[in-house]
């Protein structure tokens, strides 16, 4: 019966996600939902033994936000910004205790500007990056980094053959993860890390 549930919320969550893309094909990015295998690639990167809470970006139906609390992150240490009202919707009501930050992760200074948690042990990041001009997603990169305890990553998703943005010397380094080819599209991840003396 768990199973037969399984697979009904994830044709469910497939659809909603595909309803988000044909409505907002530029901000959603993919038809379909980051697969498990690759959302525990990703959350294997949080690093061990910190309390701090944990960032999501862009959510959308869940997929790596089942994977984050399916890793041991309590659902009160997580908090999450999405754009999307739809999706919004969706996961409060399918994530209890997670918090919901309705904004825009590009301005991440006014999305937790009413959170009281302005440190963070790693940022992840499902935004469709290649989507936006390369100065947002180099602050982006930047103010992330900013939110963290020396060393936490801040990890991207991205199924482009070249960094999304590129390392800068002096500011932070750029690293990617193996390919996941079984995600649709296949996809790595790229982790950003502030260079020692930043952040
Ligand atoms: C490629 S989907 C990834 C969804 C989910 N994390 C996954 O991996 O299946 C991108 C998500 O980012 C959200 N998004 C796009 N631009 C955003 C922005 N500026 N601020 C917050 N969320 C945004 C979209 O609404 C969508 O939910």
Redo the contacts with the bound molecule.
């Keep these: 019966l768990a199973n037969a549930r399984d697979i009904r919320d994830r044709v469910a969550n497939d659809f909603r ?1 595909l309803k ?2 044909m409505t ?1 094909p530029r ?4 038809i ?3 697969s498990e295998q ?2 525990r690639l990703m959350v294997s990167l949080i690093p061990a033994g910190s309390d701090l809470p944990v960032l ?10 089942k994977a984050i609390l399916a890793a041991g992150v309590s659902p009160e240490r997580l908090v999450c ?4 009202a739809g ?1 919004l919707s969706h996961l409060k009501k399918s994530f209890k205790g997670v918090t919901f930050l309705q ?5 991440l200074k006014s ?1 937790l500007a009413n959170h009281p948690h302005q440190k963070f042990a790693a940022v992840l ?4 990056l290649l989507n ?1 001009p390369m100065a947002a997603r180099t602050k982006l990169v930047e103010d992330a980094i900013g939110l963290m305890e020396q060393g936490g990553p801040y990890v991207q ?1 991205c199924y482009g053959p070249k960094a999304p943005v590129p390392a800068k010397a002096g500011g932070f380094s750029a690293t990617p993860t193996k390919w996941v080819l079984g995600n649709i599209p296949p996809a790595r991840f790229w982790v950003y890390r502030a260079e020692c003396g930043q952040a």
């Design positions: 996600f988000g893309w907002q901000s959603v990015g993919s379909k939902p980051t690759a959302a999501e970006l862009g959510p959308g139906t869940g997929a790596i936000t910004i999405e754009y999307n999706f904004g825009n992760a590009f301005d999305a990041s499902g935004l469709p936006f998703l």
